[in-house]
C-alpha cells in the first residue's frame, strides 16, 4: 500500500502534505457543489448551470494537473 502510496505522489509530482492539501481543497469544493445541488434540487429555479460548469472546471484543472 505503501509503494502503491508513492508510485501516486510521483506520478502526480507531488510531496504527501501538498496532495493532502490539494485533495482537501477538491473535497471543500465538491461539498460545495453538493450544498448547491441540494438547493436546486428543492428550487430548481435557482443554481441551473452552476454544478455542472464546476464539475467540468474541477474535472479539467485535475487533468491539467497530471501534465
Known sequence: MLKESKKHLNYVN???WSHF???SKVIFK???I???LFT???LPAYFKNYASKQIFAL???ME???Q
Request: glycine residues 0%; aromatic residues 10%.
Open 21 to 23: 492539501v490539494y485533495a
Open 64 to 66: 491539467e494537473k497530471k
Open 40 to 42: 436546486h434540487m428543492l
Open 59 to 61: 474535472a479539467k484543472q
Open 14 to 16: 507531488m510531496t504527501y
Open 30 to 32: 465538491l461539498k460545495k
Open 34 to 36: 453538493e450544498l448547491v
